[in-house]
């Protein structure tokens, strides 16, 4: 049996989605011809924080178990990864649909903000570190293409480190916990692999509190994330 709340809550998703793409497509179009449009792009802020809350209302859904009317409230961790991972797809349709190139000369900046820390020193054991995008390059099979674009990254959803100076420290991110392993350390940039998933590097420069996430995937062709967030 399907989920009529999941249903409901992709619908939203889908028009949410096609606000942004329309928006998305306003904004292009005026900047290829030379005008500026700060109302498109407040609209534009406006529609992805619509769509991000539409897929984290589903996410929440998908965790909670309850996803099919009279079945215990489970839910495997690889259902929830594989919807997240649905969830960022959809964002990119847009960018393969319309076509358009942005700017440039474009420049989104996310100055430091004031409660966190301008330096890590050698002897700190644990730091959370927070995003505000993330971007994403996906190779499309069907299009023979590569997609560029960012994603809203919500600053709660915050990543904590631990043991570091360890051979083993630990990362905290969603309520899980897993064990990292010291790729290298070195010219005050810490770099840490996670052996459970392939492909997922963090980079902790202490010289400027910055930790540099990225992660490799091979769905819908290979995909590619990263970002970088302020630690404290």
């Known amino acids: ?99 358009a190139t942005p700017s440039p000369d474009f420049e989104w900046k996310w100055p430091r903000p004031g409660d966190v820390s301008h330096s890590l020193s050698d002897s700190v054991t644990a730091t959370t570190c927070r995003f505000k995008k993330t971007a994403i390059v996906s190779f499309d099979d069907s299009q023979n293409g590569i997609n560029y674009w960012i994603a809203p990254e919500p600053e709660t959803d915050t990543m904590s480190f631990s043991d570091l100076g360890t051979k083993k420290p630990r990362i905290a991110y969603r309520d899980r916990q897993e064990d990292l392993e010291v790729a290298g350390d070195a010219n005050g940039l810490l770099t840490l692999v996670n052996p459970s998933t392939a492909g997922e590097v963090y980079v902790i420069d202490r010289k400027r509190a910055l930790l540099m996430h990225s992660s490799l995937t091979p769905f819908f062709g290979t995909r590619g994330d990263i970002e970088m967030g302020y630690c404290q």
């Open 1 to 99: 049996m399907s989920c009529p709340e999941c249903s409901m809550q992709r619908d939203q998703i889908a028009i949410a989605q096609e606000e942004a793409c329309k928006l998305r497509e306003r904004i292009a179009s005026d900047l290829a011809a030379d005008k500026s449009s700060p109302q498109s792009l407040k609209s534009l802020q406006t529609a992805e924080r619509s769509l991000e809350r539409c897929m984290r209302s589903l996410e929440r859904h998908l965790e909670s178990g309850d996803t099919t009317p009279g079945s215990a409230r489970t839910v495997s961790h690889t259902t929830v990864v594989w919807a997240i991972i649905c969830m960022t797809f959809i964002l990119s349709s847009c960018s393969r649909r319309s076509g």
